[in-house]
C-alpha cells in the first residue's frame, strides 16, 4: 500500500487566516515514520475559510485528514461532521473547538471525530495530534487492507473447498446413472468396479470432511492445546502401528531407526496428526513391496523426523505446490487412494505452528522424502497461546 | 460415429464420459490435463473435444479453450464443456450459457446426465463446420 515515502492529504477548515497559515507553514516540512508499516509520511496541506468550499471539493480531492474548526460562518463544523463526513469512514477529522469545553468535545467524538484541538493551541500540540491522527489513518487503512485480503482468501478456500466436496458426488453419480442405465449389460458383476469407485469417492469425501474440522479447530484456536512432554519413538512407533495392515498388504516393509531419549515439549494430538499423515501418506504413495524408513534424530536444538519412501515420487512442479489446501497430485498411481488433500497443509500448518519446519525431496521414479523439524524445547507458555497467522484462510 | 476427445483430471469423469460415449458408437480418447489435451488434439483431430473448466483448482480449461481457438489446425473443433462453476463461483466467474464469454459451443453442468451428454453430442455433430 504504502511505499517508501508516502503523502497524506490533509485539509484545514478555519476561517482565522491566522490559524491557515500557521497550520499550513507548521506542518508543511513535517514527516511521519511509521515503523509498524514500514513507510515515511509526508503531508501535503490544503485550506479552506468556510465550509461551503471545503465540502464543494470533496468531489474531487478527498483529504486523510481534516483539521475543522467548530464554528464556522456559514455551514459550521459540526454540520460537516455529522452530514458529509459520515459517510467517509476513512477520513480522520481532528475539530478545532473555540473554547475547550468538554461538553463540545463530547459531542464532536461521537459524531465521529477522531481528536479535537483548543484554540489557542502550541505548534507542539498541533504536531503531536497531527501525528496520532496520522498514525491512526496507517493503521486503519491497514487494518481495512487485511480485512479485505481475508475476505478474498476465505472465499477462494470455499470456492475451492466446494468443487473439491462436489466432485465425489459428480462421480458417484456419474456412476449411478451408468448402473441405472445398464451401460454395461444386465450382469451386475460388470459394474462392481464402479460401485468400488464410488466407495472409494465416499472415503475419500468422509476424510476431507474430518481433516477440514482438524484444521478448522487448529486455525480458529478453539482447540485446548495440552502441552506435554512426549517421547517422540513413541508417537512415531503408533503411526507405524496405524499403518501396519495397509503396509502389510501392499507388502511394503516400515523401519525405524531413532536416536534414544528424543522428546518434545508439545500437544499429544497435533504432533499425533503430523506423524500419522507423514507416515500413512509413505505407505499409501509406495508402490508394492516397497519401503519406509523413519529416522528420528537431533539437529541442533531442533528435533528431526524424517519419513523416506520408495513411491512413484514427484516432480519439482509438483512438490513445490505439494503443500498448499486441497493439492493432490493426480496420476494413473494416486488415482484409486483416497486423499483430502488437506493432509501435507496440516502438517505444514502445524510444524509453524511449533516454530519448526517441513520440506520435502522427491525424485519421479524413485520416492520421496519428507523432514519436519521442531524446536527441541519449548515452553509451554509459547504453544499455548500461540494462533496461526491470520492471513492463511481467514 | 465420432472421434471424440475428453479432457478432465479427474479419472472417474474420464471414465463416465468414455463408457457413455463408446456405448453411443464414438471413438474416444482421454487426456489428464488441458496442456496434454492440447497436444493429444493436434494429432487425433477429434470431431469433438469434451473440456473440463475446472482442473488442478484452477479453472486451467479455460486457457485449454482458447488455446484449441488459437490453433489453426482445431480451431474449429466444437467444444462441449463441463462445469459445475455456476453455482460455486457465484460472481467471480459468470459462464454464460449462450458462450458469449468463453469460446466454447456449449456447456454441460455436472452431475452428467448420460442422456443430456449424448444429446448435446450428437446436436454439435450435426451442426455444419464454420
Redesign the interface.
Known amino acids: 500500500m504504502y511505499s517508501e515515502l508516502e503523502t497524506l492529504k490533509l485539509a484545514v477548515v478555519d476561517d482565522e487566516l491566522g490559524i491557515r497559515l500557521g497550520v499550513s507553514s507548521i506542518l508543511a516540512d513535517m514527516t511521519m515514520d511509521i515503523p509498524d508499516v514500514g513507510c515515511r509520511i509526508r503531508l501535503q496541506v490544503s485550506s479552506w475559510a468556510d465550509g461551503e468550499s471545503f465540502v464543494g471539493s470533496l468531489d474531487s480531492n478527498v483529504p486523510q485528514i481534516v483539521l475543522l474548526d467548530s464554528k464556522l460562518p456559514g455551514i459550521g463544523g459540526m454540520e460537516i461532521l455529522e452530514g458529509t463526513l459520515s459517510k467517509r469512514p476513512d477520513v480522520v477529522t481532528i475539530m478545532i473547538t473555540a473554547y475547550a469545553t468538554l461538553e463540545s468535545a463530547v459531542r464532536a467524538t461521537k459524531l465521529g471525530a477522531y481528536d479535537f484541538l483548543a484554540k489557542p493551541f502550541t505548534p507542539e500540540e498541533l504536531r503531536v495530534t497531527v501525528r496520532k491522527a496520522i498514525h491512526h489513518h496507517v493503521l486503519a487503512a491497514q487494518a481495512r487492507r487485511l480485512m479485505e485480503e481475508k475476505r478474498t482468501v476465505r472465499?477462494q478456500f470455499i470456492?475451492?473447498l466446494?468443487?473439491e466436496l462436489?466432485?465425489p458426488?459428480?462421480?458417484v453419480?456419474?456412476?449411478l446413472?451408468?448402473i441405472r442405465?445398464r451401460?454395461?449389460g444386465d450382469e451386475l458383476a460388470s459394474y462392481d468396479g464402479?460401485i468400488e469407485?464410488s466407495s472409494l469417492?465416499i472415503a475419500g469425501m468422509r476424510k476431507l470432511i474430518n481433516d477440514l474440522l482438524d484444521l478448522t479447530r487448529i486455525e480458529s484456536g478453539q482447540r485446548i492445546r495440552n502441552p506435554e512432554p512426549l517421547v517422540l519413538e513413541d508417537l512415531a512407533r503408533a503411526a507405524l502401528e496405524g499403518q501396519e495392515n495397509a503396509a502389510r498388504e501392499q507388502g511394503i516393509r516400515i523401519d525405524l531407526t531413532a536416536e534414544p531419549g528424543l522428546s518434545i515439549h508439545a500437544d499429544r494430538m497435533e504432533m499425533e496428526m503430523i506423524f500419522n499423515n507423514l507416515v500413512s501418506n509413505a505407505v499409501k504413495y509406495n508402490r508394492p513391496g516397497g519401503t519406509v524408513q523413519v529416522t528420528l534424530s537431533r539437529r541442533e536444538d531442533q528435533v528431526e523426523v524424517q519419513v523416506t519412501d520408495t513411491g512413484w515420487g514427484m516432480s519439482a512442479e509438483e512438490t513445490a505446490r505439494l503443500f498448499s489446501d486441497?493439492?493432490r497430485i493426480?496420476?494413473?498411481h494416486t488415482?484409486d487412494i483416497p486423499g483430502s488433500g488437506l493432509g501435507l497443509s496440516l502438517v505444514k500448518k502445524l510444524s509453524s505452528l511449533y516454530g519448526g519446519s517441513v520440506e520435502v525431496e522427491s525424485e519421479p521414479g524413485v520416492g520421496s522424502c519428507f523432514r519436519v523439524r521442531l524446536p527441541f524445547q519449548l515452553s509451554s507458555a509459547g504453544i499455548g497461546g500461540a494462533v496461526l497467522k491470520e492471513t492463511d484462510h481467514g | 460415429m465420432a472421434n471424440i476427445l475428453c479432457i478432465d483430471?479427474?479419472?472417474?469423469?474420464i471414465?463416465?464420459l468414455t463408457?457413455?460415449l463408446k456405448?453411443a458408437g464414438h471413438t474416444v480418447e482421454t487426456a489428464?490435463d488441458g496442456k496434454a489435451g492440447f497436444a493429444k488434439a493436434l494429432t487425433f483431430l477429434p470431431d469433438l473435444i469434451v473440456l473440463d473448466v475446472?482442473m488442478?483448482?484452477t479453472t486451467e480449461g479455460v486457457g485449454t479453450a482458447f488455446d484449441i481457438r488459437g490453433n489453426e489446425k482445431i480451431r474449429h473443433t466444437p467444444i462441449l464443456m463441463l462445469t459445475?462453476i455456476n453455482?460455486?463461483?457465484g460472481n467471480?466467474f459468470k459462464l454464460q450459457s449462450d458462450s458469449s464469454s468463453l469460446p466454447v459451443d456449449d456447456f454441460v453442468e455436472?452431475?452428467?446426465?448420460?442422456?443430456t451428454l449424448l444429446e448435446k453430442v450428437s446436436r454439435l455433430l450435426a451442426k455444419p463446420k464454420a
Open positions: 472465499f470456492s475451492v466446494a468443487h462436489k466432485s458426488i459428480n462421480a453419480d456419474g456412476y446413472d451408468l442405465n451401460m454395461l464402479m469407485r469417492r486441497f493439492v493426480k496420476n494413473e488415482r | 483430471d479427474d479419472m472417474d469423469v471414465e463416465f463408457l457413455t456405448a489428464p475446472m488442478a483448482n459445475s453455482q460455486e463461483f467471480a455436472k452431475p452428467i446426465a448420460s442422456k
